[in-house]
C-alpha cells in the first residue's frame, strides 16, 4: 500500500491503520522521525525520537533504582545471615535458660535495633530450673491466656497492640512502643512468647515478611528445650 498523493485531508484513523499495516515505515523513513514533532509536558515541541530517548531514559533510571534497592536488600539479608549465625553459635554454648534469654535479649537490643524485649512461658511438666526464672507465668495468668492464639498459631504477629497488652508485655516502657512483633516460642518443654517492641511506628506492621522471626523463635525455642528439659 502506498500513501495517497491525493489532495484530499488524510483521517487519523487512515493513518494509524496504513502505520499497523506498515510497520517499518519509519525504518525506511528515518527522516521522517526528526521531523514528527510532540508536545512534551514542558509544553516545548520535541521530535518523535527525542521523545523516545527521554522515556527510555527514564525507563534507564527507574530500572537503575529498582536493581540499587534489590542489591541493598540483598545485603541486608547477608548482613542479618551472619547475625544470626553469631547468635546460634552463641546459643549452642549456653548451658542455662537464664543463658539463652540473656543472649536473645542482648542480640535483639544491639543488632537488631529493638527498643524493648520480653519472654513470657507457661510452664510445663518435666522442667529442670526454668520454673524459677522471673519469665515464668502463673498457671492461671489471663493475660498470658489472651496470647495462647498466636503461640498455637505458630506464626509471628506484627503491627500495634492495645495498651493493656503492652503494658503487660514490656511493663514499664509500654508507653514508649509504638509497634511490636510477637514471635510463639513452641518447642515440646517450652511454650511462650517473644515479645520485640519499637518506638517506630513503621518498625513491625500487618503484611511484612516475618521469615527472620519464625526462624528466631524456632532457634530460641529449641536453646530454651535444651536446657529447661529434665
Known amino acids: 500500500m502506498s500513501i495517497s498523493q491525493d489532495h484530499h485531508r488524510i483521517s487519523e484513523q487512515e493513518v494509524i491503520r496504513y502505520l499497523e499495516q506498515n510497520p517499518e515505515f519509519f525504518n525506511d523513513n528515518p527522516q521522517v522521525l526528526a521531523d514528527v514533532r510532540l508536545h512534551h509536558e514542558s509544553g516545548m515541541a520535541v521530535s518523535l525520537i527525542e521523545r523516545q530517548v527521554a522515556v527510555l531514559r527514564d525507563q534507564k533510571k527507574k530500572l537503575k533504582r529498582q536493581l540499587q534497592e534489590l542489591v ?18 552463641r546459643l549452642m554454648e549456653c548451658r542455662q535458660a537464664r543463658d539463652v534469654l540473656n543472649s536473645v535479649r542482648d542480640y535483639l537490643m544491639r543488632d ?25 507465668v502463673a498457671t492461671d495468668d ?12 505458630s506464626a ?3 503491627g500495634r497492640f492495645k495498651q493493656e497488652q503492652l503494658a503487660y508485655l514490656f511493663g514499664g516502657q509500654a508507653e514508649t512502643i509504638e509497634s511490636a512483633a510477637l514471635v510463639p516460642l513452641r518447642d515440646a518443654a517450652v ?27 524456632e532457634l530460641v525455642s529449641r536453646a530454651l528445650r535444651a536446657t529447661m528439659s529434665a
Not at 539479608?77 to 549465625?85: M, Q
Open 72 to 89: 541493598d536488600i540483598a545485603r541486608a539479608n547477608d548482613e542479618l545471615d551472619k547475625r544470626v549465625h553469631q547468635l546460634t553459635l
Open 112 to 136: 537488631f535495633a529493638a527498643d524493648a524485649v520480653t519472654v513470657r512461658l507457661r510452664p510445663i511438666s518435666g522442667m529442670a530450673s526454668g520454673s524459677r526464672l522471673p519469665e515464668f
Open 142 to 153: 489471663a493475660d498470658f491466656e489472651a496470647l495462647e492464639k498466636i503461640i498455637l498459631d
Open 156 to 158: 509471628p504477629v506484627c
Open 191 to 217: 511454650f511462650g512468647i517473644l515479645a520485640i517492641g519499637a518506638q517506630d511506628a513503621q518498625r513491625f506492621h500487618a503484611g511484612q515478611g516475618t521469615v527472620f522471626l519464625s526462624q528466631l523463635g
